[in-house]
């Protein structure tokens, strides 16, 4: 295989603000337009462009859903040979795109996709990438030592040292600014259906070495639940006991219209399938109301519900560190709590 | 058919025992104050490999660390469980290199073996948790990658076929080595140590670590033995300085802050049928629920 070089970018101001638009067998998911509308606002802020990069075969169809999700450009790349994901050949199309227009932001989703690219783009444009973003900011940054400022550059907010801490990262030399961004912590934008986008299509050649895995077979799962878009969420963790216990907390999800989640160790104790798991590992969620029953709340779980609108608490333990994210702590046995708090709903309804 | 592989290990810091005695008044991380361990993933890695060994005689496994001299125990902690060459990258200059310098130096070092089939990685590290060392390697060796390996379905002379997994599913996916793997804590379970291989390989030490302890002098005795860690520099991998350390790390950290809860204050809601019933009044009104 013969390495190609690309040129480093430098700091570009002009440059636009891009979405890479992961799409899988022709659909796009919920990860690129939450980008989108991040997007959105840095580009405002930037006065820049906010664009989208869309590579596949067959995926026009997916134009209008961008541009109805707010980007204004769609660089477009159509290839019989990029019909399925491969970390080399889609290295290729983004690092000649980034080349040639010089974007001063790239956002990625942080799913398996996005954390398999992006940094094998970032080591071929030898820039920066910070992973697993839950906020993006623009502010100036003044350097300590040289008293320099950098002016509108990209935060890059991330949980580290298994969640117990956030950083805040910045690249002011080498650009673009790339980051990966966490599924679900970006609120989906409103549709526009009237919004257009200016389309720019772009051609790629991909030669077999571009292609060197062979994808043998390819199996999706479609998730059991749809956390992140639930109103109302009941989660139960270890202090439920059992899975004949976890019982109730499906019955007050059932009663309330919502439905059940969980913590890592419910998952791990085979309550409920790891689907439902709420948390650093598992699902962000941020419902009208969450209520955790029987879960002590530990940084890796708040870490996933702590933008809840409402968290009601239900624990045994009037010290869990859970009742310190709770608008609400009830403090009791939550078989004795649920069918209560149950009845009390049916008398409202 | 024997292989060379050299595995990628991190010592890192126990981030699950995070306590508040860890952490410093001003939100940083006292690293000091946690137990350093074998990065968890790493250890799976390290399995895969040592299965791949277990199956294909005379293959030769490398454990790889970049880190300070401390560092050297999950070297031996790899040849306790069967590894066979250790080799500690080391260097002042490597400090504050992000992913992208760190696999910049481990891309140097692992090219200077010479002829490697497959560098197997952990998904990601406990610490700085970007999972992106392992991609970066592939891409600075110039060769292709399989990320989130879950199982290791066959490997037959030049061609490995891999079972990974994609978040909401799996696929099988097949390539010509060589190969860089990142692998899955789910991938299998990392064996214990072996009795006699811990006897003889505790006494392994790198010449750093020796001078460290006033015992320099052991060295040559413990090199016929076999016993003395490889420690390699940045001039000895030929790396090229702009690339390391802080200079080659376009990241910077601006700002770290430990994770506070934003104990707001709640309100306590008795468990009783009246002291429920008021709570789900007050939901309903604010059209929480309803
Ligand atoms: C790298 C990493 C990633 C992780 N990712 C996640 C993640 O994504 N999601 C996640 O949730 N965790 C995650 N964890 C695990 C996390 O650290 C905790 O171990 C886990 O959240 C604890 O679950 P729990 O609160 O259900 O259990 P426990 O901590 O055991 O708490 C049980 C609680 O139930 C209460 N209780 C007991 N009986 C009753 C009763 N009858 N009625 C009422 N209350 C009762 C107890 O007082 C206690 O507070 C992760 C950990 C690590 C290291
Ligand atoms: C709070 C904080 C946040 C950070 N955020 C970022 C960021 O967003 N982007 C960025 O580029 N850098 C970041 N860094 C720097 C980064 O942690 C270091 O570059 C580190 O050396 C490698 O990254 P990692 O720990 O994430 O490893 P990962 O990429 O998660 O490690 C994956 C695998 O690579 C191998 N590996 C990694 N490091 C070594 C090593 N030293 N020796 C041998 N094998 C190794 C192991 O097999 C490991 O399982 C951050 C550092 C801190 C302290």
């Known amino acids: 295989m013969k390495k190609r070089k690309y040129k480093m970018i430098e700091v570009n101001r002009q440059g636009e603000v891009w979405v890479f638009a992961e799409q899988y067998e022709g659909s796009l998911g919920e990860v690129p337009l939450e980008l989108l509308g991040r997007g959105r606002l840095l580009a405002d802020k930037l006065g820049v462009k906010l664009s989208a990069v869309l590579a596949g075969n067959k995926v026009d169809t997916l134009v209008d859903e961008l541009a109805a999700f707010g980007a204004e450009k769609i660089y477009h790349v159509e290839n019989t040979d990029l019909a399925h994901y491969q970390t080399i050949s889609y290295t290729k199309v983004l690092c000649q795109l980034i080349e040639k227009h010089k974007p001063q932001i790239v956002l990625f989703g942080a799913t398996a996709i996005g954390r398999d690219l992006a940094p094998r783009i970032a080591s071929k444009m030898r820039c920066g990438l910070t992973a697993d973003c839950t906020d993006l900011q623009i502010e100036d940054f003044t350097e300590p030592r040289t008293k320099e400022v950098h002016s509108n550059l990209l935060q890059q907010i991330r949980p580290a040292f298994g969640g117990n801490i956030i950083a805040t990262i910045i690249n002011y030399d080498r650009w673009p600014q790339m980051a990966t961004v966490r599924e679900g912590v970006m609120p989906m934008p409103e549709r526009n259906e009237n919004a257009k986008a200016e389309v720019v299509k772009e051609t790629v050649s991909i030669s077999p070495e571009d292609l060197a895995i062979k994808i043998l077979e390819q199996h999706r799962e479609a998730k059991k639940v749809n956390l992140k878009a639930s109103r109302i969420i009941v989660a139960g963790g270890a202090g439920v006991g059992s899975k004949e216990g976890f019982k109730h907390i499906w019955d007050l999800a059932n009663a309330l219209g919502g439905v059940p989640a969980a913590s890592r160790a419910a998952v791990d104790l085979g309550f409920i399938d790891h689907d439902y798991q709420v948390g650093q590992t598992g699902t962000t969620v941020r419902p009208a109301l969450y209520i955790a029953v029987g879960i002590s709340g530990a940084i890796q779980h708040t870490a996933g519900m702590s933008d809840s609108a409402k968290v009601v608490a239900i624990n045994c333990d009037p010290d869990a560190p859970i009742f310190g994210v709770a608008n609400f702590g009830i403090v009791g046995d939550y078989t004795q709590v649920i069918p209560k708090l149950i009845k009390a709903i049916r008398e409202k309804a | ?290």
């Not at chain 2, 989130?148 to 799996?170: F, P």
């Open chain 2, 1 to 290: 058919m024997a292989y060379n592989i050299v595995v990628l290990a991190k010592q890192v810091p126990d981030t699950k025992a995070v306590t508040g005695k860890a952490m410093n008044d001003d939100g940083t991380v006292n690293r000091s104050a946690l137990p350093a361990i074998f990065n968890p993933e790493d250890l799976n890695a390290l399995e895969l490999a040592l299965q791949i060994k277990d199956d294909n005689p005379g293959t030769k496994i490398t454990m790889m660390t970049m880190g300070l001299p401390s560092a050297c125990e999950v070297l031996r902690q790899g040849m306790y469980r069967g590894a066979d060459r250790m080799i500690l990258v080391t260097d002042r200059r490597a400090a504050a290199s992000d992913t992208l310098a760190t696999s910049y130096i481990l891309s140097c070092a692992v090219k200077k073996l010479g002829k490697v089939d497959m560098v197997i990685c952990g998904r990601q590290a406990i610490d700085g948790d970007t999972a992106q060392v392992g991609p970066q390697c592939a891409e600075k060796l110039d060769i292709p990658q399989i990320t989130y390996v879950q199982e290791l379905l066959d490997l037959k002379d030049q061609t490995i076929t891999i079972k990974r997994s994609v978040g909401a599913g799996w696929e099988k996916v097949q390539c010509q080595l060589p190969v860089v793997l990142t692998v899955l804590d789910t991938a299998n379970i990392p064996r214990p140590v072996a009795a006699r291989k811990m006897m003889k390989f505790k006494k392994a030490h790198s010449a750093m670590e020796l001078a460290k302890a006033d015992k320099a002098d052991l060295a040559d005795a413990l090199k016929a033995k076999g016993l003395l860690i490889e420690e390699w520099n940045l001039d000895h991998i030929e790396a090229d300085l702009q690339w390391c350390g802080r200079d080659g790390s376009p990241t910077k950290v601006n700002r770290i802050q430990s994770v506070v809860l934003a104990a707001s204050g709640h309100k306590k809601i008795e468990p009783t049928e009246q002291g429920l019933r008021d709570m789900i009044h007050e939901l309903i009104e604010d059209h929480t629920i309803g």
